[in-house]
């Protein structure tokens, strides 16, 4: 596999910075300890720094001739709020905090190719190196683009890489169209009336209610939603009550959503809604509905990725670009970049023999340190290919 001869020069020096950037990890728009390390390195290689972007977002900014044309490639940087079962040294020292999705390699490999480039310089126009805060969840892409990151930065297009456990390493998912779906959250609150538990006919039990909105909210995926489509519905929280003896008056509910079409999100927004309300209803207790659309689908542009296919073949070689590939349920907020840019998101296969397959999110996950020098690689390929010189 031709990982670029410089940039496996230093992998060594990649993986120290990766493994201290596990050690301590931060959660979304904290991420200060990370962001001062990108930001000093960046300086040290002579790339131009602008901060407090969505807080502790920033950007590189490299430009090489004369040339007009322009790239991003975008890292995240934050962790997950839970506990690492992991006991290697470099594990996190942060209580009930984990860099669990490998944002700690794409920010190290991201700075490999940022060092690789400001050394060699082998192309011609600006590259903007984006380190985005608060992927899970928190949505710093959007507040980035919301911020007017490619006002600011222009960007003839946009490139994200993301680790994959379930894909061997030195293999890449390049695939156009609808990669990711779009994730949102749901909050439905049941109202009833308490009272004593053992006079339950002068109360109207919201846990029961809730246990009856709960189960009739997985038909929506089973039945309205058409087979060949994909949804998920799962209710992942269910809270009421304080004693053994006394019904409460009210019940929580929340979970998240998943789909892929725009349509299929609109059925499922609608629905919900529906029949939590008239369940709740037909047991005279009152469901309060909240759908909270947190991020749209990521969509590949055809010839963006196919350009991004180009650039990881040189690096892996043809038969280890995957071109075609079923979409993934999991949800990313480089979507929101991609609405405002033409670009690609590659999912890079980090599974190697005996190492990289353990599951993202999962507390004895690590990022696979030998992905480093090929993502990078990636990287640097992709900048040399779309801002060819002369
Ligand atoms: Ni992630």
Redesign the pocket.
């Known amino acids: 596999m031709p990982i670029i001869n410089r940039i496996a020069d230093f992998a060594s020096e990649m993986t120290a910075w990766r493994q201290d950037f596990h050690a301590h990890p931060e959660l979304g728009f904290q991420e200060r300890r990370t962001s001062d390390i990108v930001a000093a390195k960046l300086e040290s290689w002579g790339i131009e720094v602008h901060r407090g972007l969505a807080t502790t977002g920033l950007v590189g900014v490299l430009r090489n001739g004369s040339g007009g044309r322009s790239i991003g490639l975008r890292a995240?940087m934050d962790c997950l709020p839970m506990e690492e079962q992991n006991g290697f040294a470099h594990r996190s020292t942060v209580p009930g905090r984990m860099h669990a999705?490998?944002?700690d390699g794409h920010t190290a490999t991201l700075l490999g190719a940022a060092k690789y480039l400001a050394e060699t310089k082998n192309f011609d126009g600006t590259v903007h190196f984006i380190f985005q805060p608060a992927?899970?969840g928190g949505g710093g892409g959007r507040v980035m683009v919301e911020e007017g990151l490619f006002d600011r930065f222009p960007c003839d297009a946009v490139y994200g890489i993301?680790n994959d456990p379930t894909t061997p390493l030195g293999e890449a998912k390049v695939v156009p169209g609808t990669i990711l779906a779009a994730s949102d959250r749901v909050f439905i609150t049941i109202r009833g009336v308490g009272g004593h538990a053992a006079r339950p006919h002068v109360a109207i039990d919201p846990v029961l209610v809730g246990a009856h909105v709960l189960v009739a909210l997985q038909a929506l995926v089973a039945r309205r939603t058409d087979p060949l489509d994909s949804a998920v519905l799962s209710i992942t929280q269910f809270h009421a009550g304080s004693a053994n003896n006394v019904i409460p008056d009210e019940a929580k509910l929340s979970g998240t959503v998943r789909t892929l079409l725009p349509e299929t999100r609109d059925l499922m927004e609608a629905q919900i809604a529906r029949v939590a309300e008239s369940t709740a209803a037909a047991h005279e207790a009152v469901a309060e509905v909240v759908y909270d659309r947190l991020y749209p689908p990521t969509v590949n542009h055809e010839a963006e990725t196919a350009r991004a296919a180009l650039a990881a073949a040189k690096v892996l070689g043809e038969s280890r670009v995957i071109r075609d590939a079923p979409p993934i349920m999991g949800g990313?907020d480089f979507s929101f970049m991609l609405l405002k840019r033409p670009g690609a998101f590659v999912m890079m296969g980090q599974k190697g023999a005996g190492k990289g397959g353990v599951p993202?999110h999962h507390p004895r996950y690590d990022f696979n340190d030998e992905m480093l020098p090929v993502g990078a690689s990636y990287f640097a390929a992709l900048v040399e290919q779309e801002l060819t010189r002369g």
């Open positions: 995240d999705c490998g944002h992927e899970e993301h990313e993202v």
